[in-house]
Nanobody, 126 residues
Framework: QLQLAESGGGLVQPGGSLRLSCTAL????????MIWFRQAPGKEREGLSC?????????NYADSVKGRFTISRDIAENTVYLQMNSLQPEDTAVYYC??????????????????WGKGTLVTVSS
């Protein structure tokens, strides 16, 4: 069974950092485009960052997180990460990772998602 398991969420003070992890179970995530989304209370789900399959490695970011968040991948660990720095209260949301068989990311928006993780809650508060 193909699954994505996120971890690393929690409570952090404004200006702090967190690193989210997303481990793929049952498939090799290097063959997929991997995407991080978030959904804040009362808001629509927002695509944050995408990394293409490993042979391409293209990465992009939403304007709301550009310069603060970094996506990366560890093929040996079959895990994709989202390093989040300079967190602010408006970053409070449930964060989801997702996989797309489209393989490539583009600046036209996230590719269609084939697999979703269950999400991890990030709360930024003093």
């Amino acid at each position: 069974q193909l699954q994505l398991a996120e971890s690393g969420g929690g409570l952090v003070q404004p200006g702090g950092s967190l690193r989210l992890s997303c481990t793929a179970l049952g498939f090799a995530l290097e063959k997929y485009a991997m995407i991080w989304f978030r959904q804040a209370p009362g808001k629509e789900r927002e695509g944050l960052s995408c990394i293409s399959g490993s042979a391409n490695d293209f990465r992009n970011y939403a304007d709301s997180v550009k310069g603060r968040f970094t996506i990366s991948r560890d093929i040996a660990e079959n895990t994709v990460y989202l390093q989040m720095n300079s967190l602010q209260p408006e970053d409070t949301a449930v964060y989801y990772c997702a996989a797309s068989t489209e393989y490539y990311c583009s600046n036209r928006g996230p590719p269609p998602v084939d697999y979703w993780g269950k999400g991890t809650l990030v709360t930024v508060s003093s």
